[in-house]
């Protein structure tokens, strides 16, 4: 069986999730990956929590009200993101606080067909 890490359709220019903890905080960072996880709580002020997961890990997404009307459709109906932004880490716990985001759910067409 063929190597599904080197078969992966990798999105340009994305870090790994488990390479999030070597930027210092603010450092912009790309990263991708599939949702699973959308929260939009009543006490967070219009405030948007994603969680992406790619091949090495997850990474916790902070989307704030006017960046998520400008990006709506992409985050609502996207099932593959890219997220631009910067690295934020507290109580270590590490959060990309969302600057630009693309919806890139194509990809997943090009994804290697597993026999099951």
């Given at each position: 069986?063929?190597?599904?890490?080197?078969?992966?359709p990798?999105?340009p220019s994305?870090?790994?999730a488990?390479f999030?903890?070597?930027?210092?905080?603010?450092?912009i960072?790309?990263?991708a990956?599939?949702v699973?996880l959308?929260q939009r709580?009543?006490?967070?002020?219009?405030?948007?929590?994603?969680?992406?997961e790619?091949?090495?890990g997850?990474?916790n997404?902070?989307?704030?009200?006017?960046?998520y009307?400008?990006?709506?459709?992409?985050?609502?109906?996207?099932?593959l993101?890219?997220?631009?932004?910067?690295?934020?880490?507290e109580?270590?716990?590490?959060h990309?606080i969302?600057?630009?985001?693309?919806?890139?759910?194509?990809?997943?067409d090009e994804?290697?067909?597993?026999?099951?």
């Amino acid at each position: 069986m063929e190597n599904t890490l080197l078969t992966w359709p990798k999105p340009p220019s994305a870090c790994p999730a488990s390479f999030l903890n070597y930027p210092p905080p603010g450092t912009i960072v790309c990263v991708a990956g599939l949702v699973i996880l959308r929260q939009r709580p009543g006490t967070a002020k219009g405030v948007i929590f994603l969680t992406l997961e790619d091949e090495t890990g997850t990474v916790n997404i902070v989307i704030w009200r006017t960046l998520y009307e400008k990006f709506r459709r992409a985050i609502i109906s996207g099932r593959l993101l890219r997220v631009k932004g910067r690295v934020q880490s507290e109580n270590s716990v590490i959060h990309v606080i969302a600057e630009y985001v693309e919806d890139i759910s194509y990809m997943l067409d090009e994804l290697p067909k597993l026999n099951m």
